[in-house]
């Protein structure tokens, strides 16, 4: 089955940085990359995806970039505020399951 | 906007008894999944159902845990004789369609077994 590892489990960042999580995956076969974050006592929600034909996407001061050959992906938010700070997980779900594989969780921490 | 919803919020329980975690998903979503997070670690899948079956189920989900959906609405986990390490956050999730769309999960259940 698929194995999402996901690094740092702990990202300390000042207010106005920029924050890069990584994931690699195991699986070929997965070609559906989302991304959620999870705020304290909350749900994961999605923040953002990427799919395999893609290389790059941004939304606003997030983006995601897709490396199929390495098979990793990551998370980059530029300009952090003090309300980014969460867990962001992320995912990679294969066309054969669809059944979303989540890494281990980065606890984003932004001091303003 | 449509939710998937979870009750409880929160269930204690003593250790052998039984629980019933409770999922509404979303009205026209045909793809529905548990998972569960313990305390401070990863989102760990357990089970996915579709067309009224399991789909597929993680090494996780043995034969303590059994899912149902009753009644076309409501999606439950059933988890008999609980053990102290069941302790987590239970999360319900559901999807709309086939597609590598996103899945949308509730707020989830605490569940403490002591």
């Known amino acids: 089955g698929e194995n999402v590892e996901q690094h740092p489990s702990t990202l300390s960042v000042q207010e106005g940085d920029s924050a890069v999580i990584k994931c690699t995956y195991s699986?070929?076969?997965?070609?559906?990359f989302p991304w959620y974050k999870q705020e304290l006592g909350k749900r994961p929600q999605l923040i953002i995806d990427?799919?395999?034909?893609?290389g790059e996407k941004k939304d606003q001061r997030i983006a995601v970039t897709l490396n199929k050959t390495a098979k990793h992906f990551s998370l980059h938010i530029t300009e952090t505020q003090p309300e980014d700070s969460a867990v962001y997980f992320c995912?990679?779900?294969?066309?054969?399951?669809?059944?979303?594989?989540f890494g281990r969780g980065t606890s984003l921490i932004v001091h303003p | 906007e449509p939710e998937v919803t979870q009750t409880p919020s929160h269930q204690v329980t003593q250790m052998g008894q039984e629980v019933i975690l409770r999922c509404v998903p979303i009205?026209?979503?045909?793809?529905f999944y548990w998972y569960r997070q313990i305390l401070g670690q990863k989102v760990e899948f357990l089970v996915s159902?579709?067309?009224?079956?399991?789909?597929?189920k993680s090494e996780i989900f043995d034969d303590q845990f059994s899912v149902e959906r009753p009644d076309g609405s409501n999606f439950t986990l059933k988890i008999r004789s609980t053990k102290l390490e069941d302790s987590a956050m239970y999360f319900c999730?559901?999807?709309?369609?086939?597609?590598?769309?996103?899945?949308?999960f509730g707020q989830g259940t605490r569940l403490t077994v002591v």
């Open positions: 999730a559901s999807r709309g369609d086939r597609g590598l769309t996103e899945a949308f």
């Open positions: 699986d070929s076969a997965s070609n559906y």
């Open positions: 990427i799919r395999s034909n893609v």
């Open positions: 995912a990679a779900t294969s066309g054969g399951s669809y059944i979303p594989t």
């Open positions: 009205s026209n979503h045909l793809y």
């Open positions: 159902f579709y067309n009224n079956e399991i789909s597929e």
